[in-house]
């Protein structure tokens, strides 16, 4: 039987930041990832450079495959766009993220964290003095007690489904495929398409991943299985996607709920996708998964030194997450029901009156009032997406 401090279930961008800070504390930690390396599951792997910076990654050649200079979102008649691209500054990456996720695991161990791959945890207990857990390791079944466990699992979480309430947690699905050959007229610039025959309750994307490199995918919340709309969407995209051939082909899915009401129990917290810490209408969540395992990971540490990993003590975690993290996540909750009641002839109207600091307003979750504001001098919008933004 193997004992640590904090426990921290899976190495994705919230469990490999939790595994630092909480080391950073002091406490003896372990991490556990179910897979032999990191970053397995696919994603379009864009973030912005304030992500970079929050993970402590510098943007070097390694991690980095392109810069981003802005976005073009497509309404769905494909003639209206609305287009935001600063010509000096970076405003983001598409990022390579095995090697991101390597370096945080470096970082972690780097601050004394120990973290093992292929790694399965098969169960989670609360026991009288902390938590027990089975591990399935290529030599065999583990069992590791700890003070503290954080289900830092994903949108599978074992710890989530076992003690927490999930009332409210939305799974979109996604596939991806990476595709070579790709004609693309910008390599600095991020495309998302949306529209009822592209993505019905989602959006479609093409990231660019240089050498005429893409990651090309989407989420679907109805209408039939992803993949055929995937399918669908390259045939349409022929001007830029006709000559492109799949290399790499994933399917996962994204919380897009919003976080869940309780996050800690007593002897338990959860960060990143588990505790629905996604940003739901853009379903980005590596920057604020990264943010929870940051607080998530210092308060396990301190509190599990302290003696006190009662809900309470943990209470810490969730209170300082809460600005900017928490409110932002709602108020993209509520911009994603908005928009999600519009039809295609409300979006292309809407991508009409729109411009690209009010997508960034209304995806992040930002300034909704500024927005709604402007809307509000139109006579159908004010109806129909104004009004309930405010
Ligand atoms: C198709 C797709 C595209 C996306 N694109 C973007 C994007 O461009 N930008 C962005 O910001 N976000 C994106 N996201 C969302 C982003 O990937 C997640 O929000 C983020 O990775 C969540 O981090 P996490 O650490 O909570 O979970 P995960 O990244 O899911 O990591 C969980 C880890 O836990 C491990 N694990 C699971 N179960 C166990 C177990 N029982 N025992 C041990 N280990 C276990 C897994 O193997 C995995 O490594 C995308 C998601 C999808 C599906």
Not at 170 to 191: K, S, T
Request: glycine letters at 12%.
């Amino acid at each position: 039987m193997i004992k640590c401090d904090v426990l921290v279930i899976g190495g994705g961008p919230a469990g490999l930041m939790a595994a630092k800070h909480a080391a950073m504390q002091g406490a003896n930690v372990l991490l556990l990832e179910a897979k032999g390396s990191f970053g397995l599951k696919p994603c379009g792997e864009g973030v912005s450079s304030a992500c970079l910076e929050a993970a402590e990654v510098k943007p070097s050649s390694d991690v980095v495959v392109e810069k981003i200079r802005g976005f073009e979102v497509y309404a769905p008649d494909e003639t209206r766009r609305v287009r935001l691209v600063s010509e000096g500054e970076v405003q983001g990456y598409i990022i390579d993220k095995r090697r991101f996720l390597q370096r945080l695991a470096e970082a972690a161990q780097d601050r004394g964290a120990e973290v093992k791959v292929e790694a399965n945890v098969v169960d989670v207990r609360l026991a009288q003095d902390g938590v027990s857990v089975d591990v399935r390791t290529p030599t065999g079944k583990v069992e590791v007690n700890a003070k503290l466990a954080i289900g830092c699992e994903g949108y599978t979480s074992i710890v989530a489904r076992k003690y927490f309430d999930r009332e409210g947690y939305e799974l979109i699905p996604c596939v991806q495929y990476r595709m070579r050959n790709v004609e693309l007229p910008h390599n600095d610039v991020l495309m998302f398409y949306v529209g009822s025959k592209v993505a019905p309750g989602g959006y479609a994307w093409i990231f660019p991943r240089g050498d005429k490199i893409a990651n090309v995918g989407l989420g679907v919340r109805r209408g039939g299985p992803a993949t055929s709309y995937l399918e669908a969407f390259v045939k349409r995209r022929g001007d830029v996607l006709g000559k492109a051939e799949v290399i790499e082909l994933g399917a996962a899915a994204v919380p897009v709920g919003g976080m869940l009401k309780h996050i800690v129990a007593d002897g338990l917290m959860l960060c990143g996708d588990s505790a629905g810490q996604v940003i739901p209408l853009t379903g980005g969540g590596i920057h604020s998964s990264l943010a929870a395992g940051r607080i998530g990971g210092e308060v396990a540490g301190r509190k599990a030194l302290e003696n006190d990993v009662s809900a309470k003590a943990l209470g810490e975690y969730p209170a300082r997450y809460e600005e900017p993290w928490g409110s932002r996540i709602r108020r993209s909750l509520k911009a994603l029901k908005v928009i999600d009641s519009l039809s295609d002839d409300d979006l292309n109207l809407l991508a009409g009156a729109v411009n690209g600091e009010d997508v960034v307003n209304i995806a992040n979750g930002w300034d909704l009032v500024k927005v709604a504001a402007k809307l509000m001098k139109h006579p159908t919008l004010a109806l129909k997406v104004a009004r309930k933004l405010f």
